[in-house]
């Protein structure tokens, strides 16, 4: 069973830049599909940004395509979401999931959840 723990979260202004990581512990990295999905208050959990097992299938959702980069390395075990251009409407909190079947967009497959991490936007 893999552990999950992000950081790199915080208080930024729009525009800004900030770099999320996931590191995995307790499985074998490279045998599990990771996503991104957020949570903002009083709103359901959406989906970011996803990548297969290999970094071959890369899925984006349409409000951060162009701006957010998901990349992973199944050597440091970790998993990155490099976040530009950001908005206030991205605030949230943001959570790394883990899924050893199907990679996808949808929340079902991702059985193993980190605790989240903050990211709030200041216009």
């Known amino acids: 069973q893999v552990q999950l723990v992000e950081s790199g979260g915080g208080l930024v202004q729009a525009g800004d830049s900030l770099r999320l990581s996931c590191a995995a512990s307790?499985?074998?990295?490279?045998?599990?599909?990771m996503c991104w999905f957020r949570q903002a208050p009083g709103k359901d959990r959406e989906f970011v940004a996803a990548?297969?097992?290999?970094?071959?299938?890369?899925k984006y959702a349409d409000s951060v395509k162009g701006r957010f980069t998901i990349s992973r390395d199944n050597v440091k075990n970790t998993v990155y979401l490099q976040m530009s251009s950001l908005k206030p409407e991205d605030t949230a909190v943001y959570y790394c999931?883990?899924?050893?079947?199907?990679?996808?967009?949808?929340?079902?497959?991702?059985?193993?959840w980190g605790q989240g991490t903050q990211v709030t936007v200041s216009s």
């Open positions: 990548i297969s097992q290999n970094g071959a299938w890369i």
């Open positions: 307790g499985g074998t990295f490279s045998r599990y599909g």
């Open positions: 999931a883990a899924s050893n079947t199907v990679v996808s967009s949808t929340i079902r497959p991702y059985r193993y």
